[in-house]
């Protein structure tokens, strides 16, 4: 990029930078993993930079791009390997009300990987069915049911009454 566009690129990428952060933690459930998947996005996003500038939606475009880098991740080999069992500092101690979020997030680990893109991108970005859709690659049809299934799975991990307390608090 050599015609003035990298100030772009920079200025945009500095602006959106926690907002692809908490997408990518809310889909990977580790701050290790979420900060691999915005660098690898942000990377080839530079790559891709005049094409994304050029899309009517930017965000939803990088959006996208970070949930299918998210989605093949699993695909990539250096993806399986572990140096630790569990990661090797115990997490911050985080103040009240905060154990709900915990447990939801634990309960979401847990889900399929395309099920949780789903939940994440329907009920914590707030997305419409189609853009999820669009975005995942998919028919409307298909988030639906991967939304049924991920939420059914969610009930039977966190069981009826948690997932109700947990609604009634947020």
């Known amino acids: 990029m050599r015609d003035g566009t990298e100030q772009e690129y920079v200025d945009y990428v500095s602006a959106r930078i926690p907002a692809l952060r908490r997408l990518a933690f ?3 459930g580790d701050e290790h993993r979420a900060d691999d998947l915005v660098q690898q996005t942000i990377t080839t996003l530079y790559v891709k930079w005049r094409r994304a500038r050029a899309a009517d939606r930017i965000d939803a475009y990088v959006r996208t791009m970070l949930v299918r880098t998210y989605l093949s991740e699993r695909r990539l080999a250096w993806t399986r390997v572990r140096l630790f069992r569990e990661a ?3 997490p911050p101690f985080e103040d009240h009300g905060v154990e709900e979020r915990q447990v939801v997030r634990a ?6 990987r395309r099920q949780r893109a789903v939940l994440v991108l329907r009920f914590y970005h707030d997305l419409p069915v189609d853009e999820v859709a669009e975005m995942l ?13 991920g939420l059914a799975t969610l009930r039977r991990l966190l069981g009826e009454r948690e997932l109700a307390t ?3 608090v947020n």
């Open 26 to 28: 809310l889909l990977a």
């Open 88 to 90: 090797p500092e115990p």
């Open 107 to 112: 309960a979401l680990s847990q889900v399929p």
């Open 137 to 149: 690659g998919c028919s409307p049809g298909t988030v639906k049911s991967q939304t049924s299934r």
């Open 166 to 168: 947990y609604s009634a």
